[in-house]
């Protein structure tokens, strides 16, 4: 969060009181995170998907989304060469999966990061300045909330040239309104409280008050919240691929199904075309959102004692 | 593209409110008989009447429904079925025989044509069909700029067209013109067309039933949804067999696939070779795969301008040089393109006219192709002065590594495959490619915007039309119009020869000028064909019991020359599929409502017994 390093600890200053409290509390959350199961599941699938498309490069290289050297026949069925078999163009669908995960999973991310870092900014303004700019802001978001996403996300994605910039693009700028109205409600909570009174007695500005006392705060809403748009980012990614609105020179899971829908794969029932890309959605998206409800439900003091 | 809302995330229904299980199970009992009583009586109704529809799955929009605007395949094939034009051709071998015109007479000087038009041709609200119907259309497009968008090639170069009689057409020309005999121009009825004020802008889509004189009336048109005709029951040469006709649209191939498995549309085409493979082995349906009449292309922009000598657009400079047009071409792999993505199901492409159109089909001889040879491709590029730099990159004059634009259907699988090995291929030589798919690419194209783009054509018996496209003339009088110009191509050489053949009534001295046109074509390297794709379709033999194909040996059916295919079509007799599927729906909505309701009773008695342990 912040980017200085701790000072030498022989005086415990003020800052080294602050990390030493924030390292306890890390620690906390990871004893109490470790208690549920299916956060540790979905941490790990996530551990493993990650370093799959870490390493994507060194294990399969780019050559593999090459249609010029692909090395089996159009549409070739799983074999010992070819495990998953071969996509239209013969290319080697299992290293097609490993190399579409990165896509997949950095539009995730980033799309995931826009939305909330918009959601934040709105939400945060929003809750303290309260006033003529806040019913502004509200009403845009509200705007945005009763827009249906995809739609929206469509419509972006046709006006612009087709890159992977423009879907992260799309799906960021139409998936922040609920982070906005989660924020604000925080936000308001904080601000209500006596010490940001004394801050503002002591002569904290706006920014200090924004900065140092309320986004702390919300910090562990907005991270259960970013956990948990990245799977819904990584099926509108899909979504958008799937419905041809994406980049067709990038490899990426949703793109593979759009790929295996025009070749006809889907009434030829060519299954090792469809499920495997299916699959690799479905389990990285839950796997998110398991993480997402466990850090929920640690973060959040409400939703822990239902348990 | 169509964005049904299939994706969107349905909430559940949250049934907290208290209901008690009697009440629900009479609701939903009394629900599900009153559905099934409504259900019922269909299947009925269906086998007294009995309508026999064929209903065709297409993809392609329509681009207009006048016939004075319309280019797109999909839009010309309903204009055939529409209006009659003066002369058709033979199904079996694509020779010409008599359409609205019974017989045809040139002067001696080939000047002044004189066509019999017949007598037992009416429209289809109960008017005669005259000369004087065809001498308007004929005159309006000479006369109206805004007439002659789509078919203004036929009447460049006609002096004078009358009527002296109702029976009988006078053309006097200007010029001799070969296609005198193959005016593929759809006669429109005057007394309803003399009322349009703008022909640049009418779409002929306001009031149904559209009158005409062809094998069927246009009943009713909704934009990408559908397009219905009835058979026009006094038409001429015989009423049509089925008792609709239905363009009905699927934008995604495979749900018109799959409509046609479950007996949903009685025909689909542009199949992909998986989809052909898959239907082959199947009951009821018929996979028809015929050579195309079609190229596919990769079209050049020339530099885009109008006729009045003004440039627009912004294609890349260094396209303008032959030898880097040529280049690109050089390190196109033609035989893995047919291979990999047509697999198989397509000929490698040569000249411009398909090689089912054996007349006019011309090949490159051996030392004037441009075969592949990535190593020729590139000393060519070195030649022109396009180096490579540090990074591998070729550099353009203005100092930048080129990366060419090209212009792919959004819609058209093909395109995005070949753009895949397009941007390999050229990638080795150092060039930078951008596939942009686009839904519309229409709007870029006429635009001139883009540097390289897919192209292709249906190509007539008679290849006038798509030989007219490129000449000077078919250029937009100023940026702002739309020309009938495929690409933008003006070469006064050419011009020459499209001004020769036209002129050219032996049929032998004809054909070789036309050669000589695809040799010049060729040489410009602005119109490269890269494969003639086979017609893949397939139809329901329970629905459709018999079709002419055109040609009749291995031809297609979908987008013939002329309407014979729909026109000729024999309904099967089978009544009991579309019952069944009634059948079907009924039992299976009564299933559901029984097992709903079933489950809904047993909820709630769960929650009734758990009552005290709650709250």
Redesign the interface.
Known sequence: MTTETAPPTAQAGPRALAWQRRRHSVARFWKQYRTRRAGLLGLATLVLFALVAVTAPLTVGSDVS???A?PGR??QGPSGELPLGAD???RDLLGLLVWGARVSLLVGLLAAVLSVAIGTLVGVTAGHFRGMYATVMMRITDWFLVM?T??LA?ALA?VM??SLGTVILAIGVTSWPTTARLVRAQTLAVESRPYIERARALGGGHRHIMLRHVLPNVMPLVLAQTTLMISSSILAEA?LAF???G???VVSWGGLLQDA??????????WWYLVPPGVAIAVVALAFTLCGRAVESVLNPRLGVAR | MSTQDQHGRGHPHPARTRLRAPRLLAAALTLATALGATLAPAPQRAAAKEKRVLTVAVAQSVDSLSPFLATRLVSTSIHRLMYEYLTDYDPRDAHVVPGLATAWKPSPDKLTWTYTIRSDAKWSDGRQVTAEDAAWTFRKMMTDEGAATANGSFVGNFAKVTAPSPTKLVIELKKPQATMTALDVPIVPKHVWDKVRDFSKFNNDRSFPVVGDGPFVLTDYKPDSYVRLQPNKTFWRGAPKFDELVFKYYKDGDAAVAALQKGEVSFVSGLTPAQTAALRGQKNVKVNEAPGRRFYALATNPGAHARNGRRFGDGHPSLLDERVRHALFMAVDRRTLIDRVFQGHAVQGEGYIPPRFSTYFWKPSADQELSYDPAGAARLLDEAGYRKNGDGRRVGKDGRPITYRLLCHATDPNDKAVGQYLKEWWGKLGIGVTLDCLDNVTDPWLAGRYDLAFDGWSVNPDPDFVLSIHTCAALPATPKDTGATDNFICDRKYDELYARQLAEYEPAERADVVKQMESRLYDLGYMNVMAYPNAMEAYRTDQIESITTMPEKSGNIYGQDGYWSWWSAVPADSGTSSGGGSTGIVIGVGAGFVALAGAGAFLALRRRATAEDRE
Request: proline letters at 9%.
């Open positions: 090459s249609v010029t692909a159009p549409l239209r163009f013969g249906p995809l739609v469509i046709t040239s087709r979504t419905l041809g609105l980049d067709p020179t829908r025009e070749a006809g794969a889907v009434s030829s029932g060519d």
